[in-house]
């Protein structure tokens, strides 16, 4: 069995730089037996406060979870993800082992980032004995690396969406109010100033 796993990132334009929602992120993935799409899923809502490299490893532990709390788990025990992560691939497959060994530090003494994800991943390392992890070239024309990347995105298509209709909304409530005030006269303006005065006086 196969699963192609792929994490989106990008950085919210309509915030500033330094706000937590100006990092946005999603996943996406796809299942794929003898060659034949079985399962694909992604996130319906953007994640804010988040980095490229957490979005990946997301991806991964997502498909992994729904792998298995499926039937997949016993009617394909041997897995191979395939992601355009290399640092997924190389976490999985070279340091993980050395991370564990010091304590989950790098080289360099410093622990390791994303390490409650990272952990996470271990685990499926352990439990699950014929799990791979492979790494392709992403947006080079792999079919479902494609898909999978087309399903990260889509929650960012949503929230475009959502936005470009509520400053419709905004621009369309602007227009209308610009359009009662060029429809006052002065004598309406004084009118009114009037009676504002005048009910002042009453209360």
Known sequence: MHIYTDGAYKRIKRYSKDS?????????????ISNTPKYENY?????????????????????LLEYSSMHYSIT???????????????????????????????????PVENIELIQLLYMYKLSIPGL???HVKGHSGIKYNERADELANIAFKLYDKKYKEQDKLCED?????????????????????????RNSFDT
């Open 20 to 32: 937590p929602k100006s990092h946005a992120g999603s996943w996406g993935y796809v299942f794929v």
């Open 43 to 63: 996130s319906k809502e953007i994640l804010f406060k988040t980095t490229s490299q957490k979005m990946e490893l997301l991806a991964v532990l997502k498909a």
């Open 76 to 110: 394909h025990p041997n897995v191979t993800i395939f992601t355009d992560s290399s640092y997924i691939e190389k976490s999985f497959n070279e340091w993980m082992e050395g991370w564990k060994r010091a304590g989950w530090l790098k080289s360099d003494l410093q």
């Open 132 to 134: 791979q992890i492979k």
């Open 173 to 197: 409530i602007m227009q209308d109010t610009n359009n009662m005030m060029d429809k006052l006269t002065l004598d309406d303006l004084e009118r009114d100033s009037w009676i504002s005065i």
